[in-house]
């Protein structure tokens, strides 16, 4: 009896014990909750890291900027770089480029590049150049230090039918003002190639050009190529010019080849012609002599008839019977004295 009243006491002072221990445990797993949950939504590091930088920004805009989903990080990093910096930069104009989808640390590094560098360049414009899809910081390092734009090799014809061959640099700037709606590298390459077959194509020779290649350089630049672009042209320097083919000779021989083949389709044609003409006289020989030979056939006749209705005599008839066997005498005597050609010697066959 005693050992079970022992035990129970026992189980009871356990459970009392266990009791108290979860009333200790779970607060603390509360606690431990709550405070992850608060560090989730509010990053007490970057907070502090603002608050030391000199950079004020509330637990409220943090705590916003989670809900909205934007990484404050992205935000609050440039941020302390701008104010450092000492760039007129709020954090709602941060947030308002980030959420167009614009890179934010960008261009507040193009807006520190562009201060160091005296160029005046507010944070409406740099963000709209972002925006745009061009490099901001990429457009403000090319406004201090020029791009050496290399175009390809431009074959260009002369008057004198020569073909140069050119490849210019082109020293460009970026223009800060026309960066936005302005054309691009493409629209220079290509404008320069025009300037170069221009100066090429009006030049009476093609030394005038290897001579002074300095020409085209002169007529790029003249003509304004850089309106409407996102670049301001410097210098224009021709790297090389080659002599190409003589495309001037060239199409003379085409040309001479063709008019001999129209020559002879020509000559061709009127030999065919020819002989057609000479098979058509034939023809017509032939139709000519069937025709006297038809006529001769009638001649008998007429005579029989002339000797029965009494037109033509017996004696008459025999004496031109012998007037056409003379004839016919004389002309086989005239054929047999008649002196023959010689025969061409054959050639011997080895």
């Given at each position: ?38 560090l989730r939504f509010v990053p007490l590091g970057l907070w502090i890291t603002a608050l030391a930088s000199g950079v004020h920004v509330g637990i409220s805009s943090l705590i916003g900027m989670r809900l909205r989903r934007i990484p404050p990080k992205r935000l609050v990093d440039p941020l302390i770089k701008a104010r450092k910096a000492g ?183 009127r030999r065919a012609m020819a002989v057609a003409r000479e098979q058509e006289m034939k023809a017509s020989v032939q139709e000519m002599r069937a025709r006297v030979i038809e006529a001769e056939a009638e001649v008998p006749k007429a005579l029989s008839q002339a000797l029965r209705e009494g037109k033509l005599g017996v004696m008459d008839y ?33």
């Amino acid at each position: 009896m005693i050992q079970s009243l022992l035990a129970l006491s026992a189980t009871s002072t356990s459970s009392d014990a266990l009791a108290s221990a979860l009333w200790v445990i779970i607060p603390i797993i509360l606690a431990i909750i709550l405070i992850s949950v608060f560090l989730r939504f509010v990053p007490l590091g970057l907070w502090i890291t603002a608050l030391a930088s000199g950079v004020h920004v509330g637990i409220s805009s943090l705590i916003g900027m989670r809900l909205r989903r934007i990484p404050p990080k992205r935000l609050v990093d440039p941020l302390i770089k701008a104010r450092k910096a000492g760039l007129d930069v709020t954090l709602p104009k941060l947030e308002t480029h980030y959420l167009a989808g614009g890179n934010v640390d960008r261009v507040i590094n193009a807006l520190i590049a562009a201060q160091r560098s005296n160029i005046a360049m507010p944070f409406e414009k740099a963000s709209a150049i972002d925006l745009a899809g061009r490099d901001v910081l990429q457009a403000v390092q090319m406004s201090v230090t020029p791009k050496v734009i290399e175009t390809p090799i431009v074959a260009a014809i002369a008057k004198d039918g020569i073909e140069l061959r050119a490849k210019a640099r082109v020293t460009v700037r970026t223009n800060i003002e026309r960066l936005v709606g302005g054309a691009g590298e493409e629209t220079i390459i290509a404008r320069v190639g025009e300037g170069i077959v221009t100066t090429v194509g009006s030049a009476e020779t093609h030394k005038q050009v290897l001579e002074n290649p300095d020409l085209i350089s002169r007529t790029v630049l003249n003509k304004g190529l850089d309106a409407g672009t996102a670049y301001e042209i410097l210098s224009i320097d021709i790297a090389d010019v080659d002599v190409g083919r003589n495309v001037g000779a060239q199409l003379q021989m085409d040309q001479a080849q063709a008019d001999l083949r129209i020559a002879q389709a020509r000559a061709e044609e009127r030999r065919a012609m020819a002989v057609a003409r000479e098979q058509e006289m034939k023809a017509s020989v032939q139709e000519m002599r069937a025709r006297v030979i038809e006529a001769e056939a009638e001649v008998p006749k007429a005579l029989s008839q002339a000797l029965r209705e009494g037109k033509l005599g017996v004696m008459d008839y025999y004496r031109m019977r012998n007037v056409i066997a003379d004839t016919d005498m004389r002309d086989g005597i005239a054929k047999a004295t008649a002196p023959t050609k010689p025969a061409a010697p054959k050639e011997d066959k080895k």
